[in-house]
């Protein structure tokens, strides 16, 4: 019997099936588009985890490494993945998960001799040979070896709809939940405590996608209720980071009991009836003030929540508790970010005069803040965001066709040069898109459709982000308005690229660009349909005029029914 047969065997008898590769992940199955696209996917997952290392400790590390060989196999470093599961077997040798998946790794690998001992080990480890007197660190495995697959569903891949990303959620806590019931009183008080926070953040988004739902408040209630308990339980954890988290956490929820009709009786169980929410994020912030890693934590948490101005002090504590680039990167990185957005955010409002020119000195800042970390630890991520602190510098406040720091853009050419060294750079849209806006202000029009072809090319089947798409159109206009005397090519390329967006955007969004383009270059876009005419070429002057007149209501027909657009 091969090591294949074993395993299946031994599932058999299992009440649970240690191990990530049977679990039901995207992750796990055949990508639903490009596999290029599933890979950059894969790899920005593992990068964006890498951070989450840092952050865990005990056994939940064990939880993240796991997950990290489980992204390594599927990028097909199954080197890498075997390193990985054996550090942690070696490390910690009752981890039921790293033993079954090494034992995966070394069936794909052919060491079938490896494999049949893993099968083994694992056999021994969930005691199914052994008497009762083994029972009790069995079913401490077992929890501990269900803990860690409930960590790896809310990382899955392709969670592109509201549904999938409920669907997991859902999955990590019933895996939790298990854990729970298996461990009972053997799993330690703090161990538990830290199952109970994964739990309660989970639960906090889910009550971020069902307050969008029409029977929100019935729905939320049992979500908010659930997650607010655990907090409870989690602040009386020993460890100042889980605190302090809980305790923000904790203010988020109670900013969030007043979107119910009915103030949420956990609120009450728990005794925070007098509690604001200020107070607990002071609590949360004045836990972590000597501890620069968990004030990141917090700063992370205020930003993503859109508390800008808070997440800024918080950094800069970060920074006067350890200012060194190297150590303390990430709180450069974070104000950095911080410092972008709040210049897009007001630069969009000015855009539609609802305030005055943004503040361009935010964009040195951010420079500031990167340049450091570039010096220290230079990748991907950053250096696209350098970038992009580049091109708005050299482009007017307001209008960004206008180009008025040729240096600065060229400067942001150069970081997107080594932004593409890194692993699957060439896969993101976002860097060919900004590269294209680049070029499209030295007046390379050519050279930025190509750019902007490679980003739409790059976007999911049935993605609703037409960033790139609207860009495309944009230069390729461009292009046929300085074609000369023979204004072919540039229509071809129009032609090519409409049906092509059109196989890969809904019909709706693409017809929204096409209005958007007409409305915006008018003239040019009249232009264009002459020659389209003129040339008989009537399949995208139809599809032109369909964006801008009504359809005529014809005789013994329906009216069709119009569509939306927003």
Not at 17 to 25: K, Q
Not at 65 to 73: D, K, P, Q, Y
Not at 454 to 461: G, I, R
Not at 481 to 500: C, F, H, R, S, Y
Request: net charge negative; aromatic share 8%; with cysteine.
């Amino acid at each position: 019997m091969d090591s294949t047969e074993d395993l299946e065997s031994l599932m058999e008898d299992m009440d649970y099936i240690p191990g990530h590769f049977h679990l039901e992940l995207n992750l796990n199955c055949d990508p639903v588009g490009p596999v290029k696209l599933r890979l950059r996917d894969t790899y920005l997952k593992q990068e964006s985890l890498r951070g989450e290392l840092e952050a865990e400790a005990g056994y939940l590390q064990y939880a993240v490494r796991n997950l990290l060989g489980l992204l390594a196999f599927h990028l097909e470093r199954l080197d890498t993945a075997e390193e990985i599961f054996r550090s942690i077997c070696k490390e910690d040798p009752g981890n039921l998960n790293a033993w079954a998946n090494l034992g995966y790794v070394y069936d794909k690998l052919g060491r079938e001799l490896d494999a049949g001992e893993c099968v083994e080990k694992v056999s021994y480890l969930m005691g199914l040979d052994a008497g009762e007197a083994s029972q009790e660190e069995t079913r401490i495995l077992a929890a501990r070896c269900l803990a860690e697959q409930a960590y790896v569903y809310p990382f899955d891949v392709e969670l592109d709809s509201e549904n999938d990303l409920r669907e997991r959620l859902t999955a990590a806590l019933r895996l939790y939940n298990r854990a729970l019931d298996y461990g009972g009183q053997q799993i330690p008080t703090e161990e538990k405590r830290s199952w109970y926070f994964k739990m309660a953040t989970i639960y906090i988004r889910l009550d971020d996608i069902v307050k969008t739902k029409e029977d929100s408040e019935y729905s939320r209630l049992s979500h908010y209720n659930k997650g607010l308990r655990l907090l409870k339980e989690t602040l009386e954890s020993k460890k100042t980071r889980n605190k302090a988290l809980a305790w923000c956490y904790v203010g988020i929820m109670l900013e969030r009991k007043e979107e119910f009709t009915t103030v949420p009786m956990s609120i009450h169980d728990c005794g925070y009836s007098a509690s604001e929410p200020l107070s607990c994020y002071g609590t949360a912030i004045n836990l972590a003030s000597d501890d620069a890693f968990t004030l990141n934590l917090l700063a992370k948490v205020f930003f993503l929540m859109g508390k800008h101005e808070m997440a800024t002090g918080i950094c800069n504590m970060a920074l006067n508790v350890l200012p060194d680039p190297e150590l303390n990167w990430q709180a450069y990185c974070t104000r950095a970010k911080i410092n972008m957005m709040i210049y897009v955010r007001d630069l969009q409002k000015a855009k539609h005069g609802e305030g005055g020119i943004p503040d361009r000195h935010k964009l040195t800042e951010a420079r500031k803040d990167l340049d450091k970390v570039l010096t220290v630890c230079p990748c991907l991520r950053t250096h696209l965001e350098m970038a992009q602190v580049y091109y708005y510098m050299g482009v007017d406040a307001l209008q960004e066709s206008l180009l008025v720091d040729e240096g600065a853009v060229n400067s942001a050419l150069v970081s997107l040069s080594h932004a593409l060294q890194f692993e699957l750079s060439d896969s993101l849209p976002d860097l060919h898109v900004l590269r294209g806006r680049c070029l499209l202000l030295k007046g390379e029009e050519q050279n930025a459709a190509d750019c902007f072809k490679q980003a739409v090319e790059l976007e999911k089947p049935g993605s609703t982000d037409t960033t790139a798409l609207r860009c495309l159109l944009q230069a390729l206009l461009a292009l046929f308005m300085q074609g000369g005397p023979d204004p072919n090519p540039a229509i071809t390329q129009l032609e090519l690229w409409v049906q092509k967006a059109e196989e890969r955007y809904p019909g709706d969004a693409v017809k929204a660009e096409l209005r958007c383009l007409y409305r915006t270059h008018t003239a040019e876009v009249t232009e264009l349909s002459r020659a389209l005419i003129r040339t008989g070429r009537l399949d995208l002057v139809r599809r032109l005029l369909e964006t801008v007149v009504p359809k005529q209501l014809v005789k013994k027909r329906p009216l069709a029914k119009s569509f939306s657009f927003t």
